[in-house]
């Protein structure tokens, strides 16, 4: 049976082995709470200076934080709804896409992952 190849981390780049931990399991959650905190933080921060503004909306605190986040999901949204009108079909393509094509199973490169 084929095993799996998985380099050691001593033959990883300096950079690499750095960040092994985002691939260890929980590691997303923890890096999104982070995110949430620093964002918390920012926005509570800035209600903390004066701000100076071209428009007097500028000037309230937390503006461009309730700002950001509006347009963002108002861009998800359009995306959405924009999708409805240029998705395709999945045989859209037929014979003449790519993965159509037959490849002998001789000349491929499988590899068998198994828990055994």
């Given at each position: 049976?084929?095993?799996?190849?998985?380099?050691?981390?001593?033959?990883?780049?300096?950079?690499?082995?750095?960040?092994?931990?985002?691939?260890?399991?929980?590691?997303?959650?923890?890096?999104?709470?982070?995110?949430?905190?620093?964002?918390?933080?920012?926005?509570?921060?800035?209600?903390?200076?004066?701000?100076?503004?071209?428009?007097?909306?500028?000037?309230?605190?937390?503006?461009?934080?309730?700002?950001?986040?509006?347009?963002?999901?108002?861009?998800?949204l359009a995306a959405?709804?924009?999708?409805?009108?240029?998705?395709?079909?999945?045989?859209?393509?037929?014979d003449r896409a790519?993965?159509?094509?037959?490849?002998?199973?001789?000349?491929?490169?499988?590899?068998?992952?198994?828990?055994?």
């Open positions: 049976m084929g095993e799996h190849k998985r380099k050691k981390p001593e033959h990883l780049p300096a950079l690499g082995r750095l960040l092994l931990w985002v691939d260890r399991p929980g590691s997303a959650n923890k890096i999104f709470w982070a995110l949430a905190v620093v964002c918390a933080l920012l926005f509570v921060l800035d209600f903390t200076y004066d701000k100076h503004g071209h428009f007097h909306i500028e000037e309230l605190p937390g503006f461009y934080g309730v700002y950001g986040f509006v347009m963002f999901t108002a861009l998800i959405k709804t924009l999708r409805i009108f240029i998705k395709r079909p999945e045989d859209y393509y037929g790519v993965d159509s094509e037959e490849y002998p199973a001789d000349q491929l490169d499988k590899e068998r992952y198994h828990a055994d």
